[in-house]
């Protein structure tokens, strides 16, 4: 089976210092080290006897019925499960597909409107079983995470091949436990979150320069929309993450202290890895809450400047009003049906009326200017 080739199933055996892909399932337990299988999730409900058979072998256990339904369900939410023998972390990853894969089609179908980066905040789950010497991964059929994964182990193995010998700098990059690996896989995935918050900043800022630019007629309502539910469907989703690891970390504070200084050195870069990736993932969080906050601002902002636009046109709108008052009232006593009014049979009674009419307009402008009702609001 060639390593470059995506495969629905695919088998590595790592020690401390190499990593190898096997061609088929193993049949007794490794001398050293530990096994990676990784599967898609139709390989998983197609072969999932030969696979219980074959942790049955590797690891005296199989994985329980619950647990299997929950490997399966395309819908799980993220969430850790334990028992007295092994545990189960389902993860939700970002749907992008390996290279050479075709796209997925929607967990949910849904339409959306607006740019892709919204169409982007789809997910699928990710299973992760540590079973003694064995990690059992149930991955969608296009995953990338596996196989830009399962890449980077043989590009560290690589150079031991070549050499004929072994690479203690190689080797030591390479996870030590199955638990080790999972919490790699997981930030891997995790790393996809902190690439697409980028996207949407960048998306959201170019929204609010045009929510914020009084001239501008801001018609992207339903992108915007589409926009602030995805993102509480990511801070959902992040939450749910949040949950199931900080539950993974508190199951390995009671997890009984190793004999040998090794294991313990061990235990405590898993806890710190652990601790690492919880991190980011609250990073993640605190960028979504950011973002749907200064976006629930710039709205607010916008509807304001629209508010103060709007205000300053009706300002104008009565200055003009109460400035043409009083001349439409000095044309309309004029036009009365009268023979004796002032200055309506002399030669020079127009002129005079006018330069009434315009001595009243120039004195109501210069007192409103003075009261700056014409100051015109910047933006």
């Known amino acids: 089976m060639s390593a470059s080739t995506p495969s629905d199933l695919r088998i590595f055996h790592l020690q401390h210092n190499s990593a190898q892909e096997l061609e088929a399932l193993p049949t007794q337990p490794p001398g050293q080290g530990f096994v990676w299988i990784a599967c898609t999730r139709p390989a998983f409900q197609a072969r999932l006897a030969e696979l219980q058979a074959t942790l049955q072998a590797l690891a005296g256990m199989q994985l329980v019925d619950l647990h299997v339904s929950d490997l399966l369900n395309e819908q799980l939410p993220s969430h850790y499960d334990y028992t007295s023998e092994y545990d189960l972390l389902v993860f939700r990853r970002l749907t992008t597909a390996a290279p050479g894969s075709p796209p997925a089609e929607p967990a949910l179908p849904r339409k959306r409107s607006g740019p892709p980066v919204l169409r982007r905040i789809d997910t699928r789950p990710v299973g992760l079983a540590v079973l003694g010497p064995v990690l059992l991964s149930v991955h969608p059929p296009d995953c990338a995470v596996r196989e830009a994964y399962a890449a980077r182990l043989l590009a560290k193995a690589a150079p031991e091949l070549r050499e004929g010998r072994s690479n203690p700098a190689a080797g030591a ?162 036009g009365m049906n009268f023979d004796a009014l002032p200055l309506i049979h002399k030669p020079g009674g127009f002129w005079w009326a006018m330069g009434a009419m315009a001595g009243i307009a120039l004195g109501l402008l210069l007192f409103f200017w003075r009261k700056r009702y014409l100051a015109r609001t910047r933006a």
């Open 173 to 334: 990059r390479l996870p030590s436990s199955p638990s080790d690996l999972m919490l790699r896989l997981v930030n891997l995935m995790v790393d996809q979150y902190l690439d697409l918050r980028r996207d949407l900043t960048r998306q959201l800022d170019h929204w609010q320069a045009e929510l914020l630019q009084p001239s501008a007629r801001f018609s992207n309502w339903s992108a915007l929309l589409d926009a602030r539910l995805s993102l509480h469907l990511l801070d959902d989703i992040c939450e749910e993450q949040r949950t199931a690891l900080q539950d993974w970390i508190d199951a390995l504070a009671t997890w009984e202290l190793p004999d040998s200084a090794a294991g313990q050195r061990d235990l405590d870069l898993l806890k710190v890895r652990s601790r690492d990736v919880l991190e980011h993932i609250e990073r993640v969080v605190h960028h979504v809450r950011r973002l749907e906050h200064s976006t629930e601002t710039t709205v607010q902002m916008h509807f304001s400047v629209q508010s103060h636009r709007t205000n300053d046109i009706m300002r104008t709108l009565t200055v003009i009003t109460a400035v043409f008052l009083p001349l439409n009232l000095t044309a309309a006593i004029f």
